[in-house]
């Protein structure tokens, strides 16, 4: 709430908090690896949320800046197929509300796509990392949330953590509105 309230944006590609400076209709897509509106997350969750695909299933996903490690639920592993390599390591985290939970480290492969307003691009960014397989969902919704159009909204099912974030050189731009990485061909372009 903190930075949509006070209109910053975190820049994992320089590693700094600055207020934004970005217009929406002046940052092409095309310039992009990976484009997010969070419009729909603070909309409906009051989270900055992002899709996450695997095969023709999405879900939910965080982008959380205070996780130390990205999380996803048991149940989304199997019930959507994702390819999933379990580690020989369990422990036990603290998740959202700071309750204790077991945890498997598992490396998750995933996808993630570009949005556009409704749209979703078929521009796809495939991903392998480690992850901490809980046997619940990080964040369930009050009963009873639902969409524009009447239908319960799901569960946030993953969060993606600031190490992943700041690897991937995302930008979280509270003030526009928008999650991004510019791709390197655009970054250059603005440095001549």
Not at 34 to 57: H, R
Not at 142 to 155: A, E, F, H, I, T
Not at 170 to 191: H, M, T, V
Request: charged share 20%.
């Amino acid at each position: 709430r903190f930075f949509l309230k006070h209109q910053l944006v975190v820049d994992y590609s320089d590693f700094s908090v600055h207020t934004s400076a970005v217009c929406p209709e002046n940052l092409s897509v095309s310039d992009c690896d990976f484009f997010v509106p969070m419009g729909l997350g603070f909309d409906y969750y009051g989270l900055p949320v992002l899709p996450i695909i695997q095969g023709e299933n999405q879900i939910v996903t965080m982008a959380d800046t205070g996780a130390s490690f990205n999380i996803i639920a048991k149940q989304t592993v199997n019930d959507n197929g994702f390819e999933c390599h379990y580690l020989e390591e369990t422990d036990s985290i603290s998740g959202i509300g700071g309750t204790e939970t077991e945890a498997e480290d598992a490396i998750v492969s995933f996808k993630l796509m570009t949005l556009t307003g409704d749209e979703v691009s078929a521009a796809e960014i495939s991903r392998r990392c480690q992850f901490k397989v809980t046997p619940h969902y990080p964040y369930t919704l009050p009963q009873g949330r639902c969409d524009k159009n009447g239908y319960p909204l799901p569960p946030v099912e993953a969060i993606v953590s600031s190490p992943f974030m700041a690897k991937e050189g995302w930008i979280l731009d509270f003030g526009a509105g928008i999650i991004y990485r510019r791709k390197q061909s655009a970054l250059l372009k603005e440095a001549v």
